[in-house]
């Protein structure tokens, strides 16, 4: 606790947005350990990224405690308090983005079994769509960067339409052959976690600008018609 | 602004702790709105139920700004700053479940028109655990009550189980008949969606905990064991 009156705010700061640059890191790290791990049915792959889970884990429980500290001992305001207040918010998506990896990481094991299985090329490129998405929203942060923020989070429905359009093959090869079904049901969930991971970017886009800003994005970047019907695949926009 | 100076904290936070009161209640009216009008085939419903959401939005919006605000003037410390940390974590949990049920709501529209459609009797009981769970965590917010929380935390387990039985089940239908595969992929997001709200319950009941103790909940309640294969239709866990 002594330490923590005896360093400069500033240091304390720059403690948690290091831990949550490392969390960005390892995040990303998980989501592509996830997807080549079921890409090339590797076990051993699999449950490292599982089991590499927990430092996202630890590191998220840590940086809160660092932040409601700084809020507790500091009480900061204006910036300094929007940066605490990022310090909240980005690490539940980080942590909910790992989760998701952990999730894909875990269908390596049915998947691998699985015959036929349709092709994964989309899935693939899906996913390195995401990984992109994920690293220019960290770059954004590191960088305080509220323009690039904002062009993240209008590239969302890039990936929500890429979404769509898995699903759409994947019922089509369900329908052609029924022996796909398990396989490809998989596959579905694994393409709708990769989207999940897509809006746990925009979130943070969203307090990216926030902090960078000191004002709220307006409207969300996804469809918000009432009248409009769910778009094969399409869920929380 | 000047209200604020005036107003007691306590005010303040009597504010906040009533609009989360009022998003959870309208959170579960959109739970139960989307599965009525899925069940019933209800369009109008639908359609009523995609708006409302914008309520839910809105007060997280506004809870946020009060949150940040009393941060920024009142400083808070110990209890008082937690009531704040809950005021910045439990709207954005609850935002997600009015989504969840928007993405519900919205495939109202192609469902009426998928025949033949596999009896849906699961899902509903599933949408019924689903609304207890939200209902519970929100009385033991309102009631800061650790026990409780640390309960409903446990208890997800049983909506996941039910998640991975109804993904079963319906996997069995596409199996038997392919022109239930349509529809029976739409149930299996919308299954899913509803093991998706039970997370957030989930991270919700830790924050109360975190409110009324002033230390985390260790160890998530769902398996963690890296060598556990991903059950069918298990995900983020």
């Known amino acids: 606790m002594s330490k923590h009156i005896v360093e400069s705010f500033e240091t304390e700061l720059e403690r948690m947005d290091k831990a949550i640059g490392r969390m960005g890191a390892l995040a990303l790290r998980q989501v592509d350990d996830a ?31 660092q932040a409601v500290t700084a809020l507790a001992l500091r009480q900061p305001m204006a910036a300094d308090l929007r940066e605490v207040l990022a310090a909240l918010k980005i690490p539940d998506e980080l942590e909910r983005i790992g989760d998701l990896g952990k999730g894909i990481a875990r269908r390596t094991y049915v998947m691998k079994n699985e015959t036929p299985r349709p092709p994964l090329v989309r899935l693939r490129a899906m996913g390195d769509l995401v990984k992109r998405q994920l690293a220019a929203v960290m770059d954004a ?27 759409r093959e994947l019922l089509t090869y369900m329908m052609e052959d029924p022996r796909t079904i ?27 600008y926030y902090v960078a800003k000191g004002e709220r994005l307006k409207n969300r970047p996804k469809g918000d018609d009432p009248a409009r019907p769910a778009g094969i695949g399409d869920d929380a926009s």
Request: proline share 0%.
């Open 35 to 65: 997807l080549r791990s079921l890409l090339n049915g590797d076990d051993r792959l699999a449950a490292r990224t599982v089991e590499e889970d927990r430092e996202i884990d630890a590191l998220d429980a840590q940086v809160m405690e």
């Open 182 to 208: 398990t396989a490809c049901a998989h596959l579905m969930f694994i393409a709708k976690n990769l989207e999940r991971m897509g809006d746990h970017c925009t979130h943070i886009a969203e307090t990216v």
């Open 141 to 167: 942060y590191e960088q305080r960067d509220a323009n690039a923020a904002e062009r993240i989070w209008k590239r969302d429905r890039e990936i929500d339409d890429w979404h769509s359009s898995v699903y």
